[in-house]
């Protein structure tokens, strides 16, 4: 199915920003693993629109409920499926932009390619869908979890308001999950500038993975980074991917750039935790950039449905800095490859396939 995101641990989404309801199913997650509802919920939280002045105006509880694949707390290795019903739709507020494309939106692309488009809040080019993968990334990380592998992210830029130290447990107390205490003030005030200016400003989060086993990744296709890297570009306003060094290490030499090797571990850390497509065992980061929210509060030049030049103007609400909640985001979609990564290297040892096998040997 080409709109399924994995191959052991596979998730696919369903819903519009303003329709009845969001959700997705999620197959391949083994049996026998605790489902914390808490836990899931705790993570919807994290991202749900609505929560402060840096977010969204739209307010939406994102109350998720399990309609399948748990019985008693635990999964059954049977497809869960999971709803967050909308309660918020304002969708008359979109009546204007119903045959006119809204610049840096995937409206046009859409009209062009299906010929029909639900204009209701961006329907399924919303960024809305994303509540509903963090629903299915949290259950990743409860599986990861148990393997001892912990997935985190935090906003390290702002505009060009860069943090100079990474704070991860700051993060999780922070409104705009800043790792630097530093310079959050300054990436605050410079959200907050753009938002007065009906105007938005683009930002960027590191993704951080500690604890992952070294083999993860196929060698050829479906190499960790790879997947990593269109994990992240499926996101919703995501327009770059680096991973450890990324395009810094463009600028090294290689003796500057390789990380050698002690029995300590690895002495620095430029790969980012794979090699050749494969996890090394070191931590993973992975750095995600997105672009300012495209729904402005300026007047822009645009064409409507028939051809015609038009000014754009937009009410509705919107992110004045989408990395934020994005951010969330992205901690999902590592934690669902990882998991995708390490129930796919399974049984790629002879010894290991002895070993399971043995009883019927
Ligand atoms: C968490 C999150 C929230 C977003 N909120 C908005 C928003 O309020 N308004 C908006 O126009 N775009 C928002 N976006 C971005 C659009 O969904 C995105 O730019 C659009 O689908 C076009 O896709 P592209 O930017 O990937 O080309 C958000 C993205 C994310 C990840
Ligand atoms: C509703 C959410 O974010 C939305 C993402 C979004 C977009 O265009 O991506 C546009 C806005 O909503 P609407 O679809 O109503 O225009 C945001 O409020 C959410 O994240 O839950």
Redesign the pocket.
């Known amino acids: 199915m080409s709109n399924t995101f994995g191959k052991r641990f596979c998730m696919t989404t369903f819903g519009e920003s303003h329709g009845k309801a969001i959700g997705c199913i999620l197959d391949g997650v083994p049996a026998g693993l605790e489902i914390d509802e808490e836990f899931i919920q705790s993570e919807l939280d994290r991202r749900k629109p609505g929560k402060n002045a840096y977010a969204?105006a739209r307010k939406e509880p994102d109350s998720v409920e399990i309609l399948s694949g748990v019985f008693e707390g635990v999964s059954t290795g049977t497809p869960i499926a999971m709803v967050i019903y909308n309660t918020n739709q304002k969708s008359k507020d979109y009546s204007n932009i119903k045959d006119l494309f809204r610049p840096?939106?995937?409206d046009f692309t859409y009209w062009e390619k299906y010929g029909i488009r639900d204009y209701r809040g961006?329907g399924r080019?919303?960024?809305r869908e994303?509540a509903a993968r963090v629903a299915a990334g949290a259950i990743a990380k409860l599986m990861l979890k148990r393997v001892g592998v912990e997935v985190k992210s935090g906003i390290f830029k702002i505009g060009d308001i860069e943090a100079k130290e990474y704070d991860f447990e700051y993060a999780k107390t922070s409104e705009i999950f800043a790792l630097d205490p530093l310079v959050e003030s300054q990436q605050k005030e410079t959200i907050l500038k753009a938002k007065e200016a009906h105007d938005s400003i683009g930002g960027a989060a590191l993704v951080r993975a500690t604890g992952v086993p070294v083999g993860l990744g196929e060698p050829i296709y479906y190499k960790l980074d790879a997947v990593l890297a269109e994990a992240m570009m499926g996101?919703?306003?995501?327009k770059g991917v680096e991973i450890g060094e990324g395009v810094e290490s463009a600028k090294l030499y290689g003796s500057e750039n390789n990380d050698e090797m002690t029995k300590e571990g690895f002495v620095t850390h430029h790969a980012g935790g794979t090699l050749g497509g494969i996890s090394s065992g070191d931590t993973l980061d992975i750095k995600v950039y997105?672009?300012p929210?495209?729904?402005i509060f300026k007047p822009m030049k645009t064409l409507n449905i028939h051809g015609e030049e038009v000014t754009c103007e937009l009410k509705g609400r919107?992110?004045p800095c989408?990395a934020i909640?994005?951010s969330v985001?992205a901690e999902a979609m590592a934690a669902l490859v990882i998991a995708d990564m390490m129930l796919l290297n399974m049984g790629r040892k002879m010894d290991d396939v002895a070993r399971y096998y043995s009883k019927n040997v």
């Open positions: 969204t840096g939106h995937a961006g080019s919303s960024a994303t996101i919703n306003a995501v997105f672009k929210t495209p729904s919107h992110d989408v909640r994005g985001v």
